[in-house]
């Protein structure tokens, strides 16, 4: 059974650093494109940074440049180092998992998630 378990979130001053961590199981890592979404309240959840299954990353338009996604396939663990965050960055991130490539944006083609974790981000 895949299991996705966040950690990583919690409060920072803006200007600030995150990483997040996803540590997986039950499933083999490169052969599944794996993904970091955010969800504010009251709206749908936004992808932000994924990593196919061929290694290629992609980035939303507004972290690019600030956030980078990586893994480490020998302790099947995704990142999201999050850097120079604001305020509007405040929300749940998720991690997620499919086992096809592409239309990684999309939340709704991924099949397991993890249980998220809280980003707060203060002025």
């Known amino acids: 059974q895949v299991q996705l378990v966040e950690s990583g979130g919690g409060s920072v001053q803006a200007g600030g650093s995150l990483r997040l961590s996803c540590a997986g199981s039950?499933?083999?890592?490169?052969?599944?494109?794996m993904g970091w979404f955010r969800q504010a309240p009251q709206k749908e959840r936004e992808g932000v940074a994924a990593?196919?299954?061929?290694?290629?990353?992609n980035y939303a338009d507004s972290v690019k440049g600030r956030f980078t996604i990586s893994q480490d396939s020998a302790k099947n663990t995704l990142y999201l180092q999050m850097n120079s965050l604001k305020p509007e960055h405040s929300t749940m991130y998720y991690c997620?998992?499919?086992?096809?490539?592409?239309?990684?944006?999309?939340?709704?083609?991924?099949?397991?998630w993890g249980q998220g974790t809280q980003v707060t981000v203060s002025s």
């Open positions: 039950g499933y083999t890592y490169n052969r599944y494109c």
């Open positions: 990593i196919d299954i061929d290694g290629r990353t």
């Open positions: 997620a998992a499919k086992p096809r490539s592409g239309l990684w944006k999309r939340a709704r083609v991924y099949d397991y």
